[in-house]
């Protein structure tokens, strides 16, 4: 099978956006070499900076900084707004910019005064290195999300904080980035401190109502075969492993492979077809497979929890408690301002998981959560769509807008 097909395949995983095609194989190497910046933000006229974080456990991760919008200065983010963008799974922060300018978030905020940073989370493409590991080595790819929300999400907000002047910050996620920030503000509640709002599209906090055949498929042999697949430590969707996976979830009673992005993601309404082609000119990011399995964990269980080691030992090794601990959403201060923009199409982040969450946040003062329903929404819809500026965006600054006064 050609690699282009491969790739195909690897879309149907968890919170990947993608497209039933196949394409020549990229230049890997030029598109690292380039970078972000030079790639994709350069040539709309924009300026870019390319920055570098090291988390608390040695991962070398990459930012990029859009200061201001095409008419801007290099100088021009004194004084503005920051805001971070954190991708979903098997993305990159290419995931803000495949549509054109007026069309995608990173460059709708800053052309509308924002200072604009867009983070990469280990794993991917630009943000491979490591004080101490290679990527090649197993040790490298032995974390979950559990590790995005504690260590990647904590050294991108400190940088982005400290860049801006000691200025707060809004944060927004797609998918996984949503999960890792409801974690990251349940159980680390100094970040509340660097943080104006966040901004959550087809928010993930529970998954147990995910009504994907493909990924129920995925979540029940990543538990049947664990070990098997933890043996393979980097989860490249780009790999023969993965490639025979997803010919046998293919195979399942109920399950159709026909249409791959919308028998994933839901019945995306507005994609842009323009930005399908830029997604699969970059090709879905790795992971780690103990992501992998960690979310398949959740999908089963039905609770937001820390990695689960299969064993009470290992557990208490780790947490000091015989099972996982779980994170309370509740727990997020109730005057901290949360945007929730999720869609009635979307198979990932079904409307009855998105209620719970609701429902979890109860408490919450009126005033600082705004909730966003959109009935002919999928998940890749949130970040690929046409009309997202309208549908979406144009929501989302005026919720920012609301906590600058």
Not at 298 to 314: E, W
Not at 348 to 356: A, I, K, P
Not at 362 to 378: C, E, F, I, R
Request: with cysteine.
């Amino acid at each position: 099978m050609s690699r282009g097909s491969r790739c195909t395949l690897g879309l149907l995983l968890l919170f990947c956006v993608g497209a039933a095609a196949t394409r020549p194989a990229p230049d890997e190497s030029l598109a690292v070499a380039n970078g972000t910046c030079v790639s994709r933000v350069e040539p709309f006229g924009y300026t870019c900076e390319e920055h570098t974080v090291t988390t608390k456990d040695g991962y070398i991760l990459s930012l990029q900084r859009i200061p201001s919008g095409s008419s801007g200065g290099a100088s021009a983010a004194s004084g503005k707004v920051p805001v971070l963008l954190q991708h979903g799974l098997m993305m990159d922060g290419l995931t803000w910019l495949m549509n054109s300018p007026n069309e995608s978030l990173g460059f709708i905020l800053a052309d509308n005064g924002y200072d604009v940073w867009i983070g990469n989370t280990r794993g991917t493409v630009y943000s491979l290195g490591h004080t101490s590991l290679s990527s090649s080595d197993p040790a490298y790819w032995d974390w979950s999300w559990d590790e995005l929300a504690s260590n990647d999400l904590s050294a991108m907000l400190q940088y982005v904080y400290d860049q801006s002047n000691q200025q707060k910050v809004h944060y927004v996620g797609h998918s996984l980035g949503t999960l890792i920030a409801l974690a990251a503000l349940s159980d680390q509640q100094e970040h509340i401190g660097m943080m104006r709002s966040a901004g959550l599209l087809s928010p993930i906090a529970f998954l147990n109502e995910v009504s994907s055949p493909l990924a129920l498929g995925a979540a029940d042999v990543f538990l049947a075969e664990a070990l098997y697949w933890l043996g393979l430590d980097e989860f490249d969707p780009t790999g023969t492993a993965v490639h025979n996976l997803l010919t046998g979830i293919c195979k399942l009673p109920g399950v159709d492979c026909y249409d791959l992005l919308n028998g994933f993601t839901g019945d995306n309404c507005c994609l842009d077809s323009s930005s399908v082609q830029t997604f699969l000119a970059h090709e879905p990011q790795a992971s780690s497979t103990k992501n992998m399995v960690h979310l398949a964990q959740m999908i089963r269980r039905g609770i937001i929890a820390k990695y689960d080691y299969g064993d009470a030992s290992d557990n208490i090794k780790y947490y000091g408690q015989a099972t996982p601990p779980v994170y309370n959403v509740s727990a997020i201060p109730d005057d901290f301002p949360l945007f929730l923009s999720s869609g009635g199409r979307d198979s990932l982040s079904d409307v009855h998981d998105v209620q719970r969450l609701e429902h979890a946040l109860q408490s919450h003062d009126s005033d600082k959560l705004t909730v966003q329903y959109l009935a002919d929404y999928a998940h890749a819809d949130f970040v690929l769509a046409g009309n997202a500026k309208e549908r979406v965006y144009q929501a989302l600054m005026a919720f920012f807008r609301l906590q600058e006064k």
